[in-house]
């Protein structure tokens, strides 16, 4: 796919998320779906590229929602692209940041959600990651499939993912 294949297909697919989200029934995954399947529709890209746009779209969109949210939301938008909002062209811009808001929403509840419903405990098996003591904040990583020990440094036997 050329290059500005490429650019347009992200476009058509940002655009496309930017709709489907506007409907607050929608989780991102649906969202996502939608816009693949109207990308789709518009003709002249393959599935496998549609895909590939889509995981695109998806990295840009997490990485700017899982970032801190400041107070003066241009200079932190500006912060992250590292350059002046001024020199954005085209809608896109608007449309990514209002995917990455209602995502950075979706993300926090989905995060409360997993923090209420799943807790980790000592004893339970753990893919790798870092995991800090709910009771004094001591951080335990592991590289592998692990057994969550009591913390090491309290006892304390729940723990969050970080």
Known sequence: ???????????????????AMDDT????????????EKT?????????EINKIADYVMRDVEHVAASPQREDRNDSWSEWLKFDLELIEN?????????ADKTRVKLAALEMEAKQYHPYQS????????FVCDACGKQIA?????????????????????
């Open 1 to 19: 796919m050329g290059e500005s294949k490429l650019t347009k297909a992200y476009d058509d697919l940002m655009g496309h998320l930017y709709e």
């Open 25 to 36: 029934l929608h989780t991102v995954a649906d969202a996502l779906e939608i816009a693949k």
């Open 40 to 48: 789709s529709e518009l003709g002249g890209h393959t599935q496998e």
């Open 91 to 99: 809608f896109a811009l608007d449309a990514f940041m209002s995917i």
């Open 123 to 130: 004893g339970d098996v753990t893919g790798p990651g870092t």
């Open 142 to 162: 592991f590289k592998s499939t692990s057994v969550l020990p009591d913390c090491p440094e309290c006892k304390g036997t729940r723990f969050s993912r970080c």
